[in-house]
Nanobody, 125 residues
Framework: QVQLVESGGGSVQAGGSLRLSCAAH????????MGWFRQAPGKEREFVAA???????IYTDSAKGRFTISRDNAENTVYLNMNSLKPEDTAVFYC???????????????????WGQGTQVTVSS
């Protein structure tokens, strides 16, 4: 059974930092692109960052320079380090696994077939 479990969310003030973790079980995740998405109240789920099976990364524009995605294949864990957080970063953050073995990095939620339960990030001004 494939399972993704996020942790590390919380409440911080603007300018603060958080590190999100996503522990993966039931699959050799090193062979798949892993992504982070977020969903704010009343908004659609949006792409934040992805890391490919080869370690390459892509980010949404608002995350560039502030967020860093990384992976530890030995631990089957993906991380999202978030610095200089802003109130507009407030959302539920989800990690996801791409559907394709050794696939390209993609930004659409529909390209990911396994999802975690989400972790809340709240940034106050």
């Amino acid at each position: 059974q494939v399972q993704l479990v996020e942790s590390g969310g919380g409440s911080v003030q603007a300018g603060g930092s958080l590190r999100l973790s996503c522990a993966a079980h039931g699959r050799t995740f090193s062979r798949y692109t892993m992504g982070w998405f977020r969903q704010a109240p009343g908004k659609e789920r949006e792409f934040v960052a992805a890391i490919g099976w080869n370690g390459a990364t892509i980010y949404t524009d608002s995350a560039k320079g502030r967020f860093t995605i990384s992976r530890d294949n030995a631990e089957n864990t993906v991380y999202l380090n978030m610095n200089s957080l802003k109130p507009e970063d407030t959302a539920v953050f989800y990690c996801a696994s791409d559907a394709n073995l050794f696939g390209l990095m993609r930004r659409s939620p529909s390209d990911y077939n396994y999802w975690g339960q989400g972790t809340q990030v709240t940034v106050s001004s």
